[in-house]
């Protein structure tokens, strides 16, 4: 018997295009960088999808080479958060697995907030050479997000392996997005653990910055 499975797709919705086509060409402030990435956040979770955006940029022009967003729930797929897609739009785009092969640009990962366990173990192998990080993992979990087990010196192991990471950019603003997100009723999606109701956000956000 030959078994029929599902075909995974994996795309950013319409009004995602529209959104970075709207941007300016060029992002070469990491703070401008960043609003994209909280921009696509906030619309995301406007729409249904999870309060979280992404972009890879060539560091050096500032040239969008792809976004993404949480597409979990759209999708009915745990592995679609917003920094894998994007990571995979962009290489897609480029035309290979590695974002750091000879002859290609320098890109950089601008994320919302910073990257579950998930997205952690991903970044090495993408080939991004820096990261710009917004919310932190203690703004997604004050939400209810289950970050996963990370390990305390995860920016300082990625900089061993020449990978940059730059945190707490437009934190506030990113982190206002989470918020926003839980006190409206989004859906906290923890797979394994099934959905939480959102913990209260009383005065827990934006506090304990770290660099």
């Not at 759209?74 to 590695?98: F, K, M, N, R, W």
Request: charged fraction near 20%; proline fraction near 7%.
């Amino acid at each position: 018997m030959h078994h029929l499975y599902p075909r995974l797709v994996v795309s950013v919705p319409e009004w995602v295009s529209d959104l970075i086509d709207a941007s300016p060409g060029a992002l070469r402030i990491p703070e401008d960088r960043m609003r994209l990435a909280i921009s696509l956040a906030r619309e995301n979770a406007a729409r249904g999808g999870g309060p979280f955006g992404a972009v890879v940029f060539e560091d050096g022009s500032g040239r969008v080479v792809a976004p993404g967003v949480n597409l979990v729930v759209p999708l009915g797929c745990s592995l679609a958060h917003a920094e894998t897609v994007a990571i995979a739009i962009a290489q897609q785009a480029i035309g290979s697995y590695d974002l750091g092969a000879p002859g290609l640009p320098t890109m950089q990962l601008v994320t919302s907030a910073e990257p579950c366990a998930m997205c952690l173990g991903a970044i090495p192998w993408s080939g991004v050479k820096s990261i710009l990080c917004g919310a932190t993992g203690d703004d997604a979990e004050g939400v209810g997000f289950d970050e996963g087990a990370k390990p305390d010196g995860w920016p300082e192991a990625l900089a061993a392996r020449g990978i940059q990471v730059t945190r707490g950019i437009c934190r506030e603003e990113a982190a206002a997005v989470l918020v926003d997100y839980a006190r409206g009723g989004g859906l906290i999606y923890n797979g394994g653990r099934g959905t939480a109701e959102a913990p209260s956000t009383t005065g827990r956000i934006g506090r304990d910055h770290r660099p």
